[in-house]
């Protein structure tokens, strides 16, 4: 299993370094037309071919996996503060805090999570530019995303709030914040680590969900979602396999992340 | 009795503040107070703003929200504004086809993984688990409107997109489940005694795992109902998750609040109902 996981990091180290570097090996721009060539198969020029509009597929790939491949862990910081801030200080506070902030990630826990991401995407316009739509989507993601990670952080504070060693910290006179900042979450680090590192796939895969209902990220900015949004105009893919690249580093990177998180001390 | 009640009130707290939440959405969003009949050229100013007067009573929050709920009490869910019909004629005529799509995928979903996770249990051989990881950790990594999508090309019945959604999750933690209670003791014991596989697991371990896979029964129906909107979105199923995509692209916000209050109650009462079966199982087996 070790082997298995030092590959899945290897696989996850190459697509990220592939796609930091997309403007050093994509041979052209992710939205220029080679309006002579729509829809051409794979040459010297076109490694992974052209789409419908002519554009080169496999800048496009490598363009709309940075765009995935950066955002998702940037929502995913976002929505670990955010249970950081709910169900870390919930659970060290403890009480009626306590209380109500679990309160609230129930009632987070008990929406269906693309249910809610479309009740709130429906709320802000539609017709955004590409640059916002990419904010306004991973931004969503990180500012509902926050709920089952709060409730892990609540329980990991609220182990804490007895400890031995914090105990000795309000008997020295440290109370309040700087208790919290010094003590509770240097400890609950791990904990934050872990659920960091899990949001990650699930929003991906939510960009893709939205992608592919085409609320996620604007044309002709790629990201994986965009990309597969392609395959709604396939009628077979017994000799186009080249189209469902995104798909396949999807699912790799997908189930690399998956592979290195089943590693026992990413979850202690 | 007493427990009943007070879970039942916790229900009902949670939906009323969800509805609070949905109604601030709906308030709050840009261009609540405006009306597409306001652009009608050949309104008279006097029409124009007998509409904004008739818009203004909604603009405090707690009026509006009052009011939406007195509203929902007497079953007006208020008109959707794209497809220009009330919302509760158009949930009681979806609402069917998405209980029966998730029923369907549930079910199947559910079978596959206990069977999968018992059958990859009791064989004991790293190759058989293995496999049936990776088998569920490649359904784990692909999107519901991806599958959707290759189920619509393979012409396969829409409900098994469902189930291979919620299959791998019910898998992974059915199999750790059972995992950890073949390791127990008495198990251990129970094998060295001679008891053969098929007792152990009706009389030892499914007892013992029952409780907490009824837990993930109720979760699961969140799953199902998440995954339901790119399946009948992709799949042209008129059911809910179809409405609420329809929903989403047109900015039907009455609509989208409504559908997203019933599913967090439908979602509540899934929960609800496992939690209930659990503590009667526990009983049970106890």
């Given at each position: 299993m070790r082997r298995v996981r030092q590959f899945a990091w290897l696989l996850l180290a190459l697509v990220v370094l592939a796609s930091l570097g997309a403007g050093l090996w994509a041979p052209a721009d992710y939205a220029l037309q080679f309006r002579e060539t729509p829809n051409s198969p794979p040459s010297h020029q076109h490694l992974l071919g052209t789409d419908e509009l002519g554009r080169d597929r496999f800048s496009r790939v490598l363009y709309g996996t940075r765009v995935s491949l950066l955002m998702a862990p940037a929502a995913a910081l976002l929505s670990t503060l955010l249970a950081t801030l709910v169900g870390g200080v919930a659970g060290y506070l403890g009480g009626w805090w306590e209380r109500a902030a679990m309160a609230a990630t129930d009632l987070f826990l008990s929406m269906p999570w693309l249910f809610l991401l479309l009740a709130v995407r429906a709320m802000l316009p539609l017709n955004v530019s590409p640059m916002t739509s990419v904010g306004v989507t991973f931004l969503l993601l990180g500012l509902l995303g926050w709920a089952a990670s709060a409730r892990v952080l609540c329980a990991g504070a609220r182990g804490l709030r007895n400890a031995d060693f914090v105990l000795q910290a309000r008997a020295s006179g440290l109370r309040g914040m700087r208790l919290l900042a010094l003590h509770v979450m240097p400890n609950l680090k791990p904990v934050?680590?872990?659920?960091?590192?899990?949001?990650?796939?699930v929003f991906i895969i939510s960009e893709a969900n939205l992608g592919i209902l085409g609320l996620g990220v604007a044309e002709p900015l790629p990201s994986w979602g965009s990309l597969l949004r392609e395959m709604e105009s396939f009628t077979s893919f017994g000799f186009e396999a080249w189209?469902?690249?995104?798909?396949?580093?999807?699912?790799?990177v997908v189930s690399s992340f998956q592979i290195v998180l089943s590693h026992d001390e990413v979850y202690a | 009795m007493h427990k009943l009640i007070r879970q039942l009130a916790a229900m009902a707290g949670l939906v009323l503040v969800g509805a609070l939440l949905s109604a601030t959405l709906v308030r709050l969003a840009p261009g609540f107070d405006v009306d597409e009949q306001q652009m009608?050229?050949?309104?008279?100013?006097?029409?124009?703003?007998?509409?904004?007067?008739?818009?203004?009573?909604?603009?405090?929050?707690?009026?509006?929200?009052?009011?939406?709920?007195?509203?929902?009490?007497?079953?007006?869910?208020?008109?959707?504004?794209?497809?220009?019909?009330?919302?509760?004629?158009?949930?009681?005529?979806?609402?069917?086809?998405?209980?029966?799509?998730?029923?369907?995928?549930l079910l199947v979903g559910w079978l596959c993984a206990v069977l999968l996770a018992v059958g990859a249990t009791m064989a004991r051989q790293a190759a058989c688990d293995l496999a049936a990881t990776v088998l569920g950790g490649i359904f784990?990594?692909?999107?519901?409107?991806?599958?959707?999508?290759?189920?619509?090309?393979?012409?396969?019945?829409?409900?098994?997109?469902?189930?291979l959604v919620v299959f791998p999750k019910v898998f992974s933690y059915t199999r750790n489940l059972l995992a950890k209670s073949y390791n127990l003791p008495h198990l251990v014991t129970a094998y060295a005694k001679g008891l053969g596989p098929l007792r152990i697991l009706l009389w030892h371990v499914l007892p013992v795992a029952g409780t907490q896979l009824l837990a993930v029964a109720g979760i699961s129906v969140s799953i199902a109902l998440g995954a339901a909107i790119p399946v009948e979105a992709l799949c042209g199923i008129s059911g809910i998750g179809q409405l609420a995509w329809q929903a989403a692209l047109g900015r039907d916000l009455p609509l989208l609040v409504n559908l997203t209050v019933l599913v967090t109650v439908i979602t509540l009462a899934a929960n609800w109902g496992s939690d209930l079966a659990g503590q009667r199982f526990r009983t049970a087996a106890a």
């Open positions: 934050l680590a872990a659920q960091f590192w899990i949001s990650i796939p189209k469902l690249v995104p798909l396949v580093l999807l699912v790799v | 009608d050229a050949r309104l008279s100013s006097e029409s124009i703003e007998a509409l904004r007067q008739a818009r203004a009573q909604d603009r405090n929050l707690t009026r509006f929200y009052l009011h939406y709920l007195g509203r929902a009490a007497h079953g007006d869910l208020g008109q959707s504004r794209t497809l220009d019909r009330p919302v509760r004629e158009l949930l009681a005529e979806r609402l069917p086809v998405t209980a029966r799509l998730a029923g369907a995928g784990l990594s692909l999107p519901a409107a991806v599958l959707a999508l290759l189920f619509v090309f393979a012409n396969a019945p829409a409900y098994l997109v469902i189930a």
